[in-house]
T-cell receptor, first 113, second 112 residues
Framework: EPEVTQTPSHQVTQMGQEVILRCVPISNHLYFYWYRQILGQKVEFLVSFYNNEISEKSEIFDDQFSVERPDGSNFTLKIRSTKLEDSAMYFC???????????FGEGSWLTVV | DQQVKQNSPSLSVQEGRISILNCDYT??????FLWYKKYPAEGPTFLISISSIKDKNEDGRFTVFLNKSAKHLSLHIVPSQPGDSAVYFCAASSSGTYKYIFGTGTRLKVLA
């Protein structure tokens, strides 16, 4: 069964460093998302991406964040200068139809120290 | 911004009985709803969905009911199994947006 894959599964980084989280969405999907879950809190929407551009983003997704689909298969989330409060589980998701269910990857756990 | 609420943080149910997980929403524009199951340190796993044109959708042991007038949906799991023990999230979206808003989750524990 096709699945969304994410790397790395866990990354520890120093505050102020740049981090890139990578995702390979399901191959025939067209809509891509990043969500995050801070420990003990709910799953929060960060950004959606369609047709090679951001279609929607939340207040969390400030100038420190960016997304890219560099090669038609990978979908990346970059955090330019990490803060302690960026520590969270980051989930990539994709769907073939924006009115259908979205499928999540296993997550990348980011710890900023 | 609590547009989607799951007011029960936890629920314990005996194996074989019915589990009922509830979700309330405030935004009347929401027209598509999802339920996800999540284990610790894993991504949410899609369970079942419902569109606002329906009031019920069934898939095996899982049934979702939607009451639009009450802005309420529920997930029924029958019969409950120990492997169902997880955190369950409801999520909602509207046609005018690309994003899903998640509830805070309900931790279900099915006792053997």
């Amino acid at each position: 069964e096709p699945e969304v894959t994410q790397t790395p599964s866990h990354q520890v980084t120093q505050m102020g460093q740049e981090v890139i989280l990578r995702c390979v969405p399901i191959s025939n999907h067209l809509y891509f998302y990043w969500y995050r879950q801070i420990l003990g809190q709910k799953v929060e929407f960060l950004v959606s991406f369609y047709n090679n551009e951001i279609s929607e983003k939340s207040e969390i997704f400030d100038d420190q964040f960016s997304v890219e689909r560099p090669d038609g298969s990978n979908f990346t989330l970059k955090i330019r200068s990490t803060k302690l409060e960026d520590s969270a589980m980051y989930f990539c998701a994709s769907t073939g139809d924006r009115f259908r269910s979205i499928y999540f990857g296993e997550g990348s756990w980011l710890t900023v120290v | 911004d609590q547009q989607v609420k799951q007011n029960s943080p936890s629920l314990s149910v005996q194996e074989g009985r019915i589990s009922i997980l509830n979700c309330d929403y405030t935004n009347s524009m929401f027209d598509y709803f999802l339920w996800y199951k999540k284990y610790p340190a894993e991504g949410p796993t899609f369970l079942i969905s419902i569109s606002s044109i329906k009031d019920k959708n069934e898939d095996g042991r899982f049934t979702v009911f939607l009451n639009k007038s009450a802005k309420h949906l529920s997930l029924h799991i029958v019969p409950s199994q120990p492997g169902d023990s997880a955190v369950y999230f409801c999520a909602a979206s509207s046609s005018g947006t690309y994003k899903y808003i998640f509830g805070t989750g309900t931790r279900l524990k099915v006792l053997a």
